[in-house]
Protein backbone atom coordinates (compact mmCIF):
# COMPACT_ATOMS: atom_id res chain seq x y z
CA UNK A 1 0.00 0.00 0.00
CA UNK A 2 1.30 3.39 -0.50
CA UNK A 3 1.68 5.97 1.55
CA UNK A 4 2.26 9.91 1.40
CA UNK A 5 4.16 12.24 4.15
CA UNK A 6 4.85 15.55 4.51
CA UNK A 7 6.68 16.23 8.07
CA UNK A 8 5.95 19.78 8.36
CA UNK A 9 2.42 20.95 8.77
CA UNK A 10 3.53 24.38 8.82
CA UNK A 11 6.48 26.38 7.17
CA UNK A 12 6.93 30.45 7.57
CA UNK A 13 9.42 31.88 5.69
CA UNK A 14 10.29 35.40 4.91
CA UNK A 15 9.31 36.74 1.68
CA UNK A 16 12.18 36.28 -1.32
CA UNK A 17 13.44 33.75 0.93
CA UNK A 18 13.90 30.27 -0.35
CA UNK A 19 11.23 27.32 0.80
CA UNK A 20 11.59 23.31 0.69
CA UNK A 21 8.61 21.55 1.77
CA UNK A 22 9.21 17.96 2.32
CA UNK A 23 7.16 14.91 1.00
CA UNK A 24 8.14 11.05 1.26
CA UNK A 25 6.30 8.19 -0.05
CA UNK A 26 6.40 4.88 0.01
CA UNK A 27 5.20 2.32 -2.86
CA UNK A 28 6.42 -0.95 -3.59
CA UNK A 29 5.40 -0.52 -7.98
CA UNK A 30 6.07 2.50 -10.14
CA UNK A 31 4.38 5.95 -8.94
CA UNK A 32 3.40 9.03 -10.43
CA UNK A 33 4.10 11.90 -8.45
CA UNK A 34 2.41 15.10 -8.20
CA UNK A 35 1.98 18.72 -6.33
CA UNK A 36 -1.09 20.35 -5.52
CA UNK A 37 -1.83 23.55 -4.29
CA UNK A 38 -4.38 24.78 -2.56
CA UNK A 39 -5.73 28.67 -1.86
CA UNK A 40 -8.08 29.45 0.79
CA UNK A 41 -11.72 28.57 -0.19
CA UNK A 42 -10.63 26.98 -2.99
CA UNK A 43 -10.50 23.36 -4.77
CA UNK A 44 -6.62 22.02 -5.28
CA UNK A 45 -4.93 22.80 -8.44
CA UNK A 46 -2.25 20.69 -9.93
CA UNK A 47 1.25 22.49 -9.29
CA UNK A 48 3.32 20.37 -11.33
CA UNK A 49 4.43 16.13 -11.80
CA UNK A 50 6.27 13.76 -12.29
CA UNK A 51 5.32 10.72 -14.49
CA UNK A 52 8.94 9.74 -16.14
CA UNK A 53 12.15 10.85 -17.67
CA UNK A 54 13.82 14.03 -15.98
CA UNK A 55 13.75 13.97 -12.23
CA UNK A 56 13.04 17.61 -12.16
CA UNK A 57 10.05 19.30 -12.88
CA UNK A 58 9.10 22.57 -12.91
CA UNK A 59 5.86 24.82 -12.79
CA UNK A 60 5.27 27.90 -14.43
CA UNK A 61 5.20 30.29 -11.29
CA UNK A 62 8.92 29.34 -10.22
CA UNK A 63 8.47 25.71 -8.30
CA UNK A 64 10.37 22.84 -8.83
CA UNK A 65 10.59 19.50 -7.55
CA UNK A 66 13.09 16.93 -7.86
CA UNK A 67 11.98 12.88 -8.07
CA UNK A 68 14.65 10.84 -5.73
CA UNK A 69 13.77 7.35 -6.37
CA UNK A 70 16.57 6.17 -3.90
CA UNK A 71 15.34 8.63 -0.73
CA UNK A 72 11.43 8.13 -1.88
CA UNK A 73 11.22 11.70 -1.65
CA UNK A 74 9.72 14.31 -3.84
CA UNK A 75 10.15 17.55 -1.95
CA UNK A 76 8.99 21.05 -3.60
CA UNK A 77 11.68 24.35 -3.99
CA UNK A 78 11.35 27.90 -4.73
CA UNK A 79 14.24 29.32 -4.68
CA UNK A 80 12.13 32.84 -3.77
CA UNK A 81 8.80 33.02 -2.27
CA UNK A 82 5.98 35.73 -2.51
CA UNK A 83 3.44 36.88 -0.83
CA UNK A 84 0.92 35.59 -3.03
CA UNK A 85 2.27 31.71 -2.72
CA UNK A 86 0.96 31.55 0.35
CA UNK A 87 -1.25 28.81 0.58
CA UNK A 88 -1.42 24.89 1.32
CA UNK A 89 0.53 22.14 -0.86
CA UNK A 90 -0.38 18.61 -1.24
CA UNK A 91 2.22 15.70 -2.20
CA UNK A 92 0.60 12.91 -3.86
CA UNK A 93 1.22 9.89 -5.10
CA UNK A 94 -0.56 7.58 -7.86
CA UNK A 95 0.11 4.17 -8.45
CA UNK A 96 -1.49 1.29 -9.90
CA UNK A 97 -4.34 -0.59 -7.59
CA UNK A 98 -6.44 -3.38 -8.86
CA UNK A 99 -6.03 -2.09 -12.38
CA UNK A 100 -7.25 1.42 -11.37
CA UNK A 101 -4.78 4.17 -10.96
CA UNK A 102 -5.10 4.83 -7.07
CA UNK A 103 -4.51 8.26 -5.70
CA UNK A 104 -3.08 9.34 -1.78
CA UNK A 105 -2.77 12.68 -0.37
CA UNK A 106 -0.37 13.95 1.94
CA UNK A 107 -2.06 16.06 4.93
CA UNK A 108 -0.47 19.38 3.47
CA UNK A 109 1.83 21.77 4.59
CA UNK A 110 0.61 24.88 4.92
CA UNK A 111 3.09 27.82 3.86
CA UNK A 112 2.94 31.29 5.41
CA UNK A 113 4.87 34.01 3.51
CA UNK A 114 6.04 36.68 6.00
CA UNK A 115 6.17 40.44 4.21
CA UNK B 1 -13.19 27.54 -19.64
CA UNK B 2 -13.64 23.53 -18.64
CA UNK B 3 -13.78 23.34 -15.00
CA UNK B 4 -15.59 20.81 -12.35
CA UNK B 5 -18.89 22.92 -11.12
CA UNK B 6 -20.21 21.58 -7.61
CA UNK B 7 -23.80 22.53 -6.08
CA UNK B 8 -24.16 23.80 -3.36
CA UNK B 9 -21.37 26.09 -2.59
CA UNK B 10 -22.47 26.10 1.18
CA UNK B 11 -25.05 24.37 2.83
CA UNK B 12 -25.91 24.72 6.57
CA UNK B 13 -28.72 22.01 7.82
CA UNK B 14 -29.65 20.12 10.68
CA UNK B 15 -28.84 16.94 12.30
CA UNK B 16 -31.25 13.94 11.01
CA UNK B 17 -31.58 15.92 7.47
CA UNK B 18 -30.65 14.74 4.15
CA UNK B 19 -28.13 16.40 2.28
CA UNK B 20 -27.58 15.85 -1.33
CA UNK B 21 -24.27 17.93 -3.02
CA UNK B 22 -23.92 17.63 -6.92
CA UNK B 23 -20.98 17.52 -8.99
CA UNK B 24 -20.50 18.00 -12.74
CA UNK B 25 -17.34 17.10 -14.40
CA UNK B 26 -15.42 18.16 -16.64
CA UNK B 27 -16.75 17.34 -20.10
CA UNK B 28 -14.97 14.22 -21.53
CA UNK B 29 -13.59 13.03 -18.55
CA UNK B 30 -14.60 9.62 -17.34
CA UNK B 31 -13.23 9.59 -13.65
CA UNK B 32 -14.73 11.26 -10.96
CA UNK B 33 -13.60 11.38 -7.37
CA UNK B 34 -15.22 12.59 -3.60
CA UNK B 35 -12.98 14.02 -1.15
CA UNK B 36 -13.84 15.18 2.53
CA UNK B 37 -11.46 17.88 4.10
CA UNK B 38 -11.42 18.76 7.51
CA UNK B 39 -8.97 20.28 9.95
CA UNK B 40 -8.49 17.31 11.74
CA UNK B 41 -8.40 15.03 9.31
CA UNK B 42 -7.13 16.68 6.44
CA UNK B 43 -8.18 15.67 2.65
CA UNK B 44 -10.15 11.62 2.73
CA UNK B 45 -10.72 9.65 -0.53
CA UNK B 46 -14.71 9.04 0.10
CA UNK B 47 -15.39 7.53 -3.54
CA UNK B 48 -14.00 6.99 -6.91
CA UNK B 49 -15.74 6.59 -10.44
CA UNK B 50 -14.57 5.71 -13.28
CA UNK B 51 -16.65 5.07 -16.15
CA UNK B 52 -19.87 5.77 -14.03
CA UNK B 53 -18.92 2.49 -12.19
CA UNK B 54 -17.83 2.66 -8.27
CA UNK B 55 -13.93 1.41 -8.15
CA UNK B 56 -13.35 2.68 -4.48
CA UNK B 57 -15.70 3.55 -1.78
CA UNK B 58 -13.71 1.76 1.07
CA UNK B 59 -13.30 5.50 2.75
CA UNK B 60 -17.28 6.21 2.37
CA UNK B 61 -19.10 5.46 5.76
CA UNK B 62 -21.82 3.34 4.14
CA UNK B 63 -24.75 3.30 6.52
CA UNK B 64 -25.29 7.06 5.89
CA UNK B 65 -23.68 7.95 2.96
CA UNK B 66 -23.99 6.77 -1.04
CA UNK B 67 -22.36 8.00 -3.63
CA UNK B 68 -23.79 7.63 -7.65
CA UNK B 69 -23.30 8.95 -11.10
CA UNK B 70 -26.57 9.28 -12.77
CA UNK B 71 -25.06 9.96 -16.10
CA UNK B 72 -21.67 10.94 -17.60
CA UNK B 73 -22.04 14.77 -16.80
CA UNK B 74 -23.57 14.60 -12.89
CA UNK B 75 -22.28 13.04 -9.58
CA UNK B 76 -24.08 13.11 -6.53
CA UNK B 77 -23.16 12.36 -2.82
CA UNK B 78 -25.89 11.71 -0.49
CA UNK B 79 -25.53 11.88 3.36
CA UNK B 80 -28.98 10.26 5.02
CA UNK B 81 -29.21 11.21 7.97
CA UNK B 82 -26.42 13.70 8.41
CA UNK B 83 -25.01 14.89 11.48
CA UNK B 84 -22.48 17.09 13.21
CA UNK B 85 -19.44 15.23 12.94
CA UNK B 86 -20.19 15.38 8.82
CA UNK B 87 -19.83 19.18 8.68
CA UNK B 88 -16.90 19.68 6.54
CA UNK B 89 -15.95 20.71 2.87
CA UNK B 90 -16.39 18.49 0.28
CA UNK B 91 -14.48 18.25 -2.88
CA UNK B 92 -15.21 16.57 -5.99
CA UNK B 93 -12.44 16.05 -8.91
CA UNK B 94 -12.45 14.37 -12.15
CA UNK B 95 -9.78 13.40 -14.64
CA UNK B 96 -9.20 11.33 -17.48
CA UNK B 97 -8.19 7.58 -17.67
CA UNK B 98 -6.95 6.62 -21.46
CA UNK B 99 -5.57 3.19 -19.99
CA UNK B 100 -5.96 0.95 -16.30
CA UNK B 101 -2.15 2.53 -15.76
CA UNK B 102 -3.19 5.76 -17.16
CA UNK B 103 -1.84 8.45 -14.50
CA UNK B 104 -4.55 10.36 -12.45
CA UNK B 105 -4.26 13.78 -13.13
CA UNK B 106 -7.19 15.52 -10.78
CA UNK B 107 -8.94 18.95 -11.53
CA UNK B 108 -10.86 19.87 -8.57
CA UNK B 109 -14.35 21.34 -8.08
CA UNK B 110 -14.52 25.05 -5.57
CA UNK B 111 -16.38 22.66 -2.74
CA UNK B 112 -19.17 22.01 -0.87
CA UNK B 113 -18.95 23.91 2.84
CA UNK B 114 -21.34 21.74 4.31
CA UNK B 115 -22.45 22.70 8.50
CA UNK B 116 -24.66 20.36 9.89
CA UNK B 117 -25.78 21.70 13.15
Known amino acids: AQSVTQLDSQVPVFEEAPVELRCNYS??????LFWYVQYPNQGLQLLLK??????LVESINGFEAEFNKSQTSFHLRKPSVHISDTAEYFC?????????????FGTGTKLQVIP | DARVTQTPRHKVTEMGQEVTMRCQPI?????VFWYRQTMMQGLELLAY????????DSGMPKDRFSAEMPDATLATLKIQPSEPRDSAVYFC???????????????FGPGTRLTVL
Open chain 2, 93 to 107: ASGLAIALVSYNEQF
Open chain 1, 27 to 32: SSVSVY
Open chain 1, 50 to 55: YLSGST
Open chain 1, 92 to 104: AVSEDSGGYQKVT
Open chain 2, 27 to 31: LGHNT
Open chain 2, 49 to 56: FRNRAPLD
